[in-house]
Structure formats: structure tokens, C-alpha cells
């Protein structure tokens, strides 16, 4: 019970600032409807409980699971079998992540129906699939990460030149929302298991990446959908708000539906893990039924977070959004920009990467360092969002082609390990509070500025939050290579 009040006191701390945020707005140059923001406020505590459920949840049941999986699969000589389970644990950890189930159901109301919910949340996990099966292969026979990271942005960059401009928003988008607080700790825990067990000199570099290389599969899977499906010139529709249909009401409303989401969403991962467990791993009583617990755990956090954010984040994100473009405009990258620094603090995925990272490296790069850079970074990219959705002429690959391109010249500049920690942060880094309130701002600002279509403009932001840790984490990698250049020749110099 103490790991769970400290997950809640620590989740508290995460979801305040957004929530201080839109209160000040509200009370000096936005006006939200009284029901609307007591609903936000009363999201704001579900969405505070539920994500501390479900860590705690993920810390003793999705973890191990993941933990447990890598060291038995990496037993096995068998490339295939490493592939093939790669692949089956990539696809289903996909399934159950709620950033990318909202996401899904996001696109599929924007879209009118056109791309079903079912159908995008399928095809990004089979993209996941495919890269963590990858991802595994590469740890086993210690290939190069950033030579992996350059094949596969160089599809994506053949790809995205065919795709849409719908679809390069709905993929690089379904990238960030893939890797959040389901899939990012499960997926961690999976290539340390791996890179432990395998051992060699490359161990602590080997232990990050995975989420990266996860995060990229989602971008192609989608393009090909789009080209195979020939979907071209769709028109958004606007997703109308619910301001006057109480508090609690849209909450009794929304519960059954995400329990049963919730409960599907899990129910593969536990019967693959009681699978594997009677065949493989064989634990004791006691510690399987602690994962199980965990699950459980897990089960009833995702439901209360699913519930919250779509009956009390939503609206009130995109309402701010629409008020700010039509009666400030101006503010929209202030405001973008203060969102941007604000949201990685809320972002429970990020305080897991980091911790690792301050463990794997003996604290030699401390996760205060890894967050404020974050921050800056983040903070440039909602605000360049806001300017895209401003001007017509300003295009989403405009900041995304020079800056993959740029990350991908700094993986060669730069420590190894730097080159992990960077692309998992960029996976991280657009979790929930990015999925759910930044986006619906986004979209809110888009169906407001007349010259922005919201299939186009509302949508981009979650992929510029994936993007620029890339640039921000592998340029602090710089820093610290020459701080130990200067100090290694004045400790020869001595």
C-alpha cells in the first residue's frame, strides 16, 4: 500500500499543473461553462486516481511480465521463436494502451467513420509488433541501434513522400500515443530482461531503445494503410462539444463502455502470461498471483483514467483551444508553449524512462537533467503546432522531415547510449495528458481559424512532441561527450 500512495501522491503532483493551468485561464481570458469545468475538475481527480491505480498496477504486474518474458526469450537460440514472440507481445501491449485507444476513437470521429476506431488501433499494433520483434533481434545480435533507426526512418521517408497529408498526421501521431503508460513500461522491462540476460559491454546501452524502435512502427503501418486504401482528401468533420449535460451524467455514461474496453484490452496479455507461465516460467503461487493482482490493478486504473479523460478532459481541452483562436489568437503560441513545458510533468510514462535511466547509468545522468530538457523541447513543439495551425503554408513535414533528418545526423554524433535514451523519450514524452488535452486543444484551435482543416491541423501535435526529444536528448548527449572531452584532457594536462 505504501509503492500505491506514493504512485498517487506522485500523479497528483503530474496532473496539478494542467489543471492550475486551465483554472487560470478560466478565470481571465477564456469562459467555460460552469458545468463544463466542474466536470474538468471532477476528470481531474478520476484521472489522478485511476493513473495512480494503474501504475501501481503496471509496477507489479506489467513489469514483471515484461521482465520475465525478455529473460525467457532470451534463452532461446531460436531467431524465429525471438521474432514471432517479439512480435505477439509487441501487438498486444499495443492493443491494451489507452493513449492509442484514444486516439483511435479520435481519428474515427474526425474522419466521420471513415477509419474505424477497431481498424487503427489494429494496424498500429501490428506495426508495434513488428519493431519490437525487430528491436529484440537487434539486442541478440548487437547490431548498431542508429544504423537500425536510419533504415527505418529512410521507409518512412519513401513512404510519407506517397502518404497523404491526413495520414502523416494520423501516423506520426498514432507513434507518439503508442508508447504510453501501458506500453512504455512493459516494453522497457522487455529489452532490460533481454540486454541482462544476453550481457557483453553493450548491456547499458542495449537497455534503451526499445521504445523507440516500438514508436516508429505505427508511422509506416499507417502510411501503408492510407496508400493501400488510396484514402485521399478527406474532410474533418467538427467534434461537437456536450456543455450542458451535467456533471456526473456523461461519467454513469461512459463507465460501462470502458469497462468493458478495459477488460478486453487486458484480457489477451493475462492469458498469454498464464501461458507462458504454465509452460515456461513456472513461478511459485504466490508471485503469480501478485502479477495477477497487479493486472487487476491494472484493469481498474485503465477504466478510470478511460472514463475520465473522455468524460471531462476532452471538452474542456477543445473548447480552450476554440476560445483562444477566435478571441486571442495571438496567444496561441504563449499559451501552446506553456502547455508544451507543463505536459511532460503530467506525463507518468516520462518519470518511469527516467528513473531507469538515472539506475542503468549509477546516476551519472540524472533524471532532473533528462526532465528539463524535455521541457524546453516539448514546450517548442505545441508551440510550433499552434504557428502551423496559424498559417495555411506552414506544413506538419516541414518541422518533421529537418528534424528526423537532423536527429538521425546527431545518432552518429553523439554517446550510444544517448542515441536510446533520446528516441524512447520521444515515445514517452506524448502520453496521456499529450493524447488528451493537448490534442483536443489542437483540434479546438483547428475548427476555430477558418483556413484549417481539423483532419490536417487538429491533428500533428502528438507526432511534434515525439519529435523533438529526438533533437533536445541526443543535443544534451553532445554536451555531456564534450564536458568529458574537456575534462579528460585536463586530467591529462594535471
Known sequence: MDILWKQLKGVSFTVLPITLLVAALNFTIVSIETIMFLRFLLGAFIITIGLGIFLFGAQIGISPIGRLMGETIAKTDNAYLVGVLGFILGFLISIAEPDLQILARQVSLASGGIISAAAFLVVVSVGVGIMVGLGLLRILY????????LVTYSIILL???????????FSVDASGATTGAMTTPFILALGYGVSQLKGGKTVEEDSFGMVGL?????????MGMGIVKRLTNLQGEQILLQPSVGILRP??????QFVKEALMTLLPLALVFLLFNKRKLKLVPKSRNTILKGLFYTFIGLTLFLVGVNAGFMDVGRAVGEQIATFHPWLLPVIGFLLGMVVVLAEPAVYVLTEQVEEVTAGHIRKKVILV????GIAFAVMFSMLRIMVPAVKLWHFLLPGFAFAAFLSYRVPPIFVGIAYDSGGVAS?????TFVLAFAQGAAEAVSTANVLIDGFGVIAMVAMTPLVAIQILGLMFKRQAEKERISDAIN
Open 159 to 169: 513512404l510519407g513522400l506517397k502518404a497523404s497529408q491526413e495520414f502523416l498526421a
Open 373 to 376: 530538457t524535455l521541457s524546453i
Open 431 to 435: 502520453g496521456p495528458m499529450t493524447a
Open 214 to 222: 516500438a514508436s516508429a512502427g505505427p508511422i509506416f503501418a499507417i
Open 251 to 256: 461519467y454513469i455514461l461512459a463507465f460501462p
Open 142 to 149: 548487437e547490431k548498431p541501434l542508429n544504423r537500425l533507426f
